[in-house]
């Protein structure tokens, strides 16, 4: 069974003062790791895909990254509308059609 | 605008009442997705649907039924609710080229079972 485990749960922070969230996954031959970021009263919203070992991928100041066990989620210099949910989720070999998440980190970001 | 709507938003019902939660995606995407979310546990996938007939069981299916007649439309029915499933309900779509992977979500429906 593919499983996801997030940390911290939360995390406070100052305006401009870069953090990272891990994301660490065990999962049957991975296809994909996504993050996704949720605003208090809505739906979750995609941010990335990761595919494979050493690959990046940024967004204005978020930037992601994926080893064979764990992913992080890079806020550099962060602004009080980043706060957010964010969640990872994995999808394995043993079923294209599902997706597992963790249950999140819930960043604030003070001004 | 693209988007994923579901109604209702809002439900407080009472434990054996049958009800129905609807979601419509606007995209002509093949895949549909409902999931609910309860603190601590992150989002748990109920069933998904491939295309129009075509339906499979997630990770928490018991107590829940789908439906995919139409290729908009992917209702989430509880035949009999109690109050284990009370909890936010999320309805989700994606290309089939994506296979579930890039997903709209839709807003949220929170239901409460008494």
């Known amino acids: 069974e593919d499983q996801v485990t997030q940390s911290p749960e939360a995390l406070r922070l100052q305006e401009g003062e870069s953090s990272s969230l891990n994301c660490s996954y065990t999962?049957?031959?991975?296809?994909?790791l996504f993050w996704y970021r949720q605003d208090p009263g809505k739906g979750p919203e995609f941010l990335f895909t990761l595919y494979s070992a050493g690959e990046e991928k940024e967004k204005e100041r978020l930037k992601a990254t994926l080893t064979k066990k764990e992913s992080f989620l890079h806020i550099t210099a962060p602004k009080p509308e980043d706060s957010a949910t964010y969640l990872c989720a994995v999808q394995g070999r043993s079923n294209d059609y599902k997706l597992s998440f963790g249950a999140g980190t819930t960043v604030t970001v003070r001004a | 605008e693209a988007q994923v709507t579901q109604n209702p938003r809002y439900l407080i019902t009472v434990t054996g009442k049958k009800l129905t939660v609807t979601c419509s995606q606007n995209?002509?995407?093949?895949?549909m997705s409902w999931y609910r979310q309860d603190p601590g546990l992150g989002l748990r996938q109920i069933y998904y649907s491939m295309n129009v007939e075509v339906t499979d069981k997630g990770d928490v299916p018991e107590g829940y039924k789908v439906s995919r007649k139409e290729k908009r439309n992917f209702p989430l029915i509880l035949e009999s609710p109690s109050p284990n499933q009370t909890s936010l309900y999320f309805c989700?779509?994606?290309?089939?080229?994506?296979?579930?992977?890039?997903?709209?979500f839709g807003p949220g429906t929170r239901l409460t079972v008494t």
């Open positions: 995209m002509n995407h093949e895949y």
């Open positions: 999962v049957s031959g991975l296809r994909g």
């Open positions: 989700a779509s994606s290309t089939h080229r994506d296979r579930g992977r890039e997903q709209y």
